[in-house]
Nanobody
């Protein structure tokens, strides 16, 4: 059974930082493109960042470029999202996701097969 478990969310003041982690189990982690998505109250789930299977290709939403950094450690089967210069607009539930397709590099949430339960990030002004 595939499991993705996020951690690291919490409450932080504007300008602060958080580091999210996503621990994977139940499948071969290094074969999957991994991504972070987020969903704010009353809004649709949106793409945040994605990382290729070996970590050589990174992609970010324009809203987080220069502030967020996605990374992965295949030996630990864990993905990370370092979030700096946080603003209240970053408040959302953050989800990690895995795309098990053997090719491609997608930012569309419909392409992702496995999802974590989400971790809340709240940024106060």
């Amino acid at each position: 059974q595939v499991q993705l478990v996020e951690s690291g969310g919490g409450l932080v003041q504007a300008g602060g930082s958080l580091r999210l982690s996503c621990a994977a189990s139940g499948r071969t982690f290094y074969t999957d493109v991994m991504a972070w998505f987020r969903q704010a109250p009353g809004k649709e789930r949106e793409f945040v960042a994605a990382i290729s299977r070996v970590g050589s290709i990174l992609r970010y939403a324009d809203s987080v470029k220069g502030r967020f950094t996605i990374s992965r450690d295949n030996a630990k089967q864990t993905m990370y999202l370092q979030m700096n210069s946080l603003s209240p607009e970053d408040t959302a539930v953050y989800y990690c996701a895995a795309d098990s397709a053997p090719w491609g590099f997608n930012v569309n949430s419909r392409e992702y097969d496995y999802w974590g339960q989400g971790t809340q990030v709240t940024v106060s002004s």
